[in-house]
């Protein structure tokens, strides 16, 4: 596609209840990154893929949370018994082969979970 | 362990100021700079990227520059606008991993 799309832009859910974000990358692009932003603060890493594996996932909170990347093209991030602390926008960039070759990330628009 | 800093935190100017947005990093062995933007409830935008070896790097009204040794970066924006108005975030990609450490950014207003 012509862009990073994520879904779904918004999600509301209840404590306890297990989420999944789904990230469709700009064709072609090799790096995929997840980050966590929560309300006034940086950007949080969480996992980077590299085609299919993950070799930086260092970043993921707990483990309720996981992340899996198919065909070298879409991830799901599944956080499972969601928690207050999880509500956060969550976001996914890609690179055309990673931050330390062409360095440039194209960022969706996120996903903004609340856990109520 | 890459840590980024951007000050200052919020910066609030009339229409037309030039201005300085700075961005530090304790590492130096980076392997870019890179600069977004993030307007409010949306993703982030690159405006500049440079690489290590460069020393700036323009796009229109905007330019970044890079000095490793002293850990410093800062971005320019000439002839600032309201449409300028944004958060603007750097972020530091090392040699030692393929992921960009962020700094909390400065949230940008630029007034009539």
């Known amino acids: 596609g012509a862009g990073v799309s994520q879904s779904p832009s918004n999600k509301v859910t209840e404590k306890g209840k297990d989420v999944e974000l789904r990230c469709d990358p700009i064709?072609?692009?090799?790096?995929l990154y997840w980050y966590r932003q929560s309300l006034g603060q940086g950007l949080e890493f969480l996992i980077y893929?590299?085609?299919?594996?993950?070799?930086?996932k260092s970043g993921l909170p707990s483990d309720r949370f996981s992340a899996e990347r198919t065909g070298g093209s879409v991830s799901t991030l599944t956080i499972q018994r969601t928690q207050q602390e999880d509500s956060a926008v969550y976001l996914c960039a890609s690179s055309f082969q990673g931050a330390t070759n062409t360095g440039e990330l194209f960022f969706g628009e996120g996903s903004r979970l609340t856990v109520l | 362990k890459q840590e980024v800093t951007q000050i200052p935190a919020a910066l609030s100017v009339p229409e037309g100021e030039n201005l300085v947005l700075n961005c530090s990093f304790t590492d130096s062995a980076i392997y870019n700079l890179q600069w977004f933007r993030q307007d409010p409830g949306k993703g982030l935008t690159s405006l500049l990227l440079i690489q290590s070896s460069q020393r700036e790097q323009t796009s229109g009204r905007l330019n970044a520059s890079l000095d490793k040794s002293s850990g410093r970066s800062t971005l320019y924006i000439a002839a600032s606008q309201p449409g300028d108005s944004a958060t603007y975030l750097c972020?530091?990609?090392?040699?030692?991993?393929?992921?960009?450490?962020f700094g909390t950014g400065t949230r940008l207003q630029v007034f009539p």
């Open positions: 972020a530091a990609g090392s040699y030692n991993t393929d992921k960009l450490i």
């Open positions: 893929f590299q085609g299919n594996s993950a070799p930086d």
């Open positions: 064709s072609g692009h090799t790096a």
